[in-house]
């Protein structure tokens, strides 16, 4: 099992930088991919970036030189790995719901989302 809990969003104005982080408890090492979906009002949820096991990463295209995905594993009493996305040069566009991903041995899971709004 693992549980994602998401934070970062907030209100930006056009061309301003947000920074969104999630944090994998549970069986983070049977952790295959983590990344970052979008979902604005109307329209399907969108890949934004996946960061694979070998730390390898893709991204949509629409944010391609703008945003970066990375992942920082710690071991402590509590096992976590975080993945962070950067998002910088936001445009409105960019103004959706962010979920959290993770695929471990087959199944998936999801944060609970996090609003961001870029404002004109």
């Known amino acids: 099992q693992v549980q994602l809990v998401e934070s970062g969003g907030g209100l930006v104005q056009a061309g301003g930088s947000l920074r969104l982080s999630c944090a994998a408890f549970?069986?983070?090492?049977?952790?295959?991919?983590q990344g970052w979906y979008r979902q604005a009002p109307g329209k399907r949820r969108e890949l934004v970036a996946r960061?694979?096991?070998?730390?390898?990463?893709?991204?949509?295209?629409?944010v391609k030189g703008r945003f970066t995905i990375s992942r920082d594993n710690t071991k402590s009493t509590v096992a976590k790995s975080t993945v962070y996305l950067q998002m910088n040069s936001l445009k409105p566009e960019d103004t959706a719901v962010y979920y959290c991903?993770?695929?471990?041995?087959?199944?998936?899971?999801w944060g609970q989302g996090t609003q961001v709004t870029v404002s004109p």
């Open positions: 991903s993770a695929l471990a041995r087959g199944a998936s899971y």
């Open positions: 549970g069986s983070i090492f049977s952790i295959d991919d």
């Open positions: 960061i694979g096991s070998g730390d390898s990463t893709n991204y949509a295209d629409s």
